[in-house]
């Protein structure tokens, strides 16, 4: 199957499963692409300090309906070289119902960690926080940070999260 079939097929997944789905990616994504990052106060601060370098402005800390924004994160992890593997795997059998909490905060922070791994997959980048103040470097592997590259990688963030970029 190439790479757009599994596209649609995340596109076709009902709101739960989309969900479920990508909690799984994202948890797998993580261990081979960590980030340091422990709560999601952190997860927030990478966003907005991407958002600051690249001039964007506040970046979203929800998504306005987290089941289509799932859909979205899943369909672009699997047009990745570094997740497409895993993320196949994923939506070839999908996780059951009874693996995940059922809250909109639940939700919201599935969406988070899938846009965070997908960022992940663009940029390296260092969170580190000391006396109460958060810092967090960006690099990319093989080039060094242009605005160009940080705009880019915000207007995925905005399209992934359901908001215009």
Sequence with gaps: MTSET???RADALPDRT????????????????????????????????????AGAGEPPLRA?????AARRV???LVREEGARK???EVLADPPEDDQMGGDDL??????????????RLHVAFRFKRDD???????????????????????RSVLSLMNREP
């Design 18 to 53: 989309a969900l479920l789905a990508l909690e799984e990616a994202a948890h797998e994504l993580g261990r081979t692409y960590p980030t340091g990052l422990t709560n999601v106060l952190q997860a927030h601060d990478v966003l907005k300090e991407l958002f600051a370098q």
């Design 132 to 154: 109460g103040r958060s810092t967090v470097e960006f690099r990319f592997e093989k080039k060094p940070v242009s605005d160009g590259m940080l705009a880019t990688l915000v």
């Design 74 to 76: 899943l369909a672009a």
């Design 106 to 119: 639940v939700a919201d922070l599935t969406v988070l960690a899938g846009v965070l791994a997908f960022l």
């Design 6 to 8: 599994h596209a649609e």
């Design 86 to 88: 895993l993320v196949e």
């Design 64 to 68: 306005d309906d987290p089941p289509a």
